[in-house]
């Protein structure tokens, strides 16, 4: 018998062929659906949540289902709030870049909701370990925007002395662990210091983040190994905005499967949420926080979402992807949900959303005014380079502050 010569299968995308996200082989019920298991129920009971879509609000902004979380209005204008924000600071950002004042950011349009509601699950002494779109996790709880806007100016005030990239930031103070450029490292990192917590006898947990591309790296598969074997306290989050760059989601393995089911080989209990749904953010991030809070161990949530604009600043989705895919955002616009949801509650209007938009609008102006006071990438910083490591010299050998004294510093 003869055969056909072998050939490669090769993603739709990556041929040429447009696919509006998210992928239509994919399942994707209506708001309120999907039913909500109990916290302690069995992974292996709970597998089609991997699968579909655990949702919340529907198209008119009605909430509906078991997932329905019990948010009080001020909570609700709380999360409105944080996601408008975090994406008027983000707005500012780039201004600043394209003025020269910093030489990269990123942006997460489109994915406010994940941080801005998952951050209200966590409590002090917990710990994220995020990546570069998680800016709402600071947002959120109120971390002072003059210290993030330094760090991405990384003029004398940045607390991390210029050391890492803009939008690298660095808060454990706040819950915010050291942001990565390694992609990856995250989720080995979550789930190594939440096996600290247990091996404490703490009640703290953790949190680690990474995209969909990420879940391509080895260090994705190495955390789940010690996550499924020791039961550690952790939520290990999967940002599916659809896109790592300029290679879509299905090169990392999303064709035809979801993220979620993953766990399913490490007898991890695993949801698939949509992450542009505020409410549904909040009500699967509690339930997977509860289930760590009562030792029951890890969970993992693919957020389902979308990355309305380019990777960063150096960046240009012209070339990879269409233009009608930017303007037809899949699952809505998280925060234009929200605002339906809490206008048909009677608890909002438009009026009011201008009135706040106007006031965050002046809120991050002065935060940008007082940090460009230490400096920016055009002007150099106000400090020198002794000053921005006097905190590491101070503790250096002998032998090693005599050569950099011979070296002129």
């Known amino acids: 018998m003869s055969y056909p010569p072998l050939s490669l299968h090769m993603p739709r995308t990556m041929r040429g062929e447009s696919v509006p996200p998210p992928n239509p082989h994919l399942r994707f019920a209506g708001a309120g659906e999907m039913r909500r298991p109990p916290v302690d129920s069995d992974p292996y009971a709970m597998h089609?949540?991997?699968?579909?879509?655990?949702?919340?609000?529907?198209d008119d902004g009605e909430a509906k289902g078991e997932w329905v979380p019990d948010l009080t209005a001020e909570q609700l204008r709380h999360g409105l709030r944080s996601m408008l924000k975090t994406r008027a600071y983000d707005r500012r950002m780039m201004r600043m870049q394209r003025q020269g004042q910093t030489s990269f950011y990123m942006q997460c349009t489109g994915e406010e909701a994940i941080a801005c509601a998952f951050q209200m699950v966590m409590q002090k002494g917990d710990m994220n370990f995020p990546t570069y779109r998680q800016q709402g996790l600071l947002i959120a709880q109120g971390f002072p925007l003059t210290d993030m806007i330094c760090q991405v100016l990384s003029n004398e005030k940045d607390h991390l002395k210029g050391r890492q990239l803009p939008v690298m930031y660095s808060?454990?103070?706040?819950?915010?662990?050291?942001?990565?450029?390694?992609?990856?490292?995250?989720?080995?990192?979550?789930?190594?210091?939440?096996?600290?917590?247990?091996?404490?006898?703490?009640?703290?947990?953790?949190?680690?983040?990474?995209?969909?591309?990420?879940t391509a790296e080895s260090d994705f598969h190495a955390a789940l190994v010690f996550a499924s074997v020791y039961r550690p306290p952790v939520v290990l989050n999967i940002v599916n905005n659809q896109w790592a760059i300029s290679s879509p989601q299905s090169v990392a393995g999303g064709e035809n499967i979801s993220f979620a089911s993953r766990a399913h080989g490490f007898a991890i209990p695993s949801l698939r949420v949509d992450g542009n749904d505020y409410l549904a953010v909040y009500a699967a991030a509690s339930w997977a926080?509860?289930?760590?809070?009562?030792?029951?161990?890890?969970?993992?949530?693919?957020?389902?979402?979308?990355?309305?604009?380019p990777h960063s600043t150096s960046d240009d989705p012209s070339k990879y992807r269409p233009k009608e895919e930017e303007l037809n955002w899949p699952l809505g616009d998280p925060v234009e949900r929200l605002k339906q949801h809490l206008i048909r509650k009677d608890e909002w209007s438009e009026e009011r959303n201008v009135q706040l938009l106007a006031g965050i609008d002046a809120e991050i102006n002065d935060a940008a005014r007082e940090a460009l006071k230490y400096g920016t990438l055009h002007?150099?910083?106000?400090?020198?380079?002794?000053?921005?490591?006097?905190?590491?010299?101070?503790d250096m050998p002998q032998h090693l502050?005599?050569?950099?004294?011979?070296?002129?510093y």
């Not at 390694?182 to 990474?210: C, E, H, P, Y």
């Not at 926080?289 to 604009?309: C, D, S």
């Not at 910083?381 to 101070?394: G, I, L, N, Q, R």
């Open 171 to 214: 808060a454990p103070e706040a819950g915010f662990f050291s942001i990565s450029g390694n992609l990856g490292t995250q989720f080995v990192q979550a789930v190594g210091w939440a096996m600290a917590s247990a091996m404490r006898s703490d009640t703290k947990i953790a949190a680690g983040w990474i995209g969909d591309g990420s």
């Open 401 to 408: 502050r005599e050569q950099r004294q011979q070296m002129g």
């Open 48 to 58: 089609d949540l991997a699968y579909n879509l655990v949702r919340v609000l529907d």
């Open 379 to 394: 002007e150099g910083p106000k400090a020198s380079p002794a000053t921005m490591f006097e905190d590491v010299y101070k």
């Open 289 to 309: 926080a509860e289930r760590a809070r009562r030792n029951l161990g890890p969970t993992l949530i693919e957020w389902v979402t979308y990355r309305v604009a």
